[in-house]
Nanobody, 125 residues
């Protein structure tokens, strides 16, 4: 089993920034691609960003390209999501996930192996 714990969510004004972190334990972090999903009451989980085990390959959902950056620290078993220029439509609960695969653009939630409990991000003035 892998445990994933997200942090860094909160309330931010439009145009602001937040940095989410996901600390993992229990499994070899380097064996997994890592991703961030988000979910709203109107929309099921969508893959926002993901990163390969080495960090050399990434995927971003179109609406966040140029604004969000995913990175990972294999030494500390942590993955980050830097979110800039946040907009109200980014409001969602954000979930960290891990998958034991080499496919980075793994957009189907059911194919991911482990999930965190999520952290709420609210963008509002």
């Amino acid at each position: 089993q892998m445990q994933l714990v997200e942090s860094g969510g909160g309330l931010v004004q439009p145009g602001g920034s937040l940095r989410l972190a996901c600390k993992t334990s229990g499994r070899s972090f380097e064996d997994y691609i890592m991703g961030w999903f988000r979910r709203t009451p109107e929309k099921d989980r969508e893959l926002v960003a993901s990163v390969s085990w080495s960090g050399d390959r990434t995927y971003y959902e179109d609406s966040v390209k140029g604004r969000f950056t995913i990175s990972r620290d294999n030494r500390n078993s942590t993955v980050y999501l830097q979110m800039n220029s946040l907009q109200p439509e980014d409001t969602a609960k954000y979930y960290c996930a891990a998958a034991n695969t080499g496919v980075v653009d793994l957009i189907t939630p059911s194919l991911w192996d482990y999930w965190g409990r999520g952290t709420q991000v609210t963008v509002s003035s």
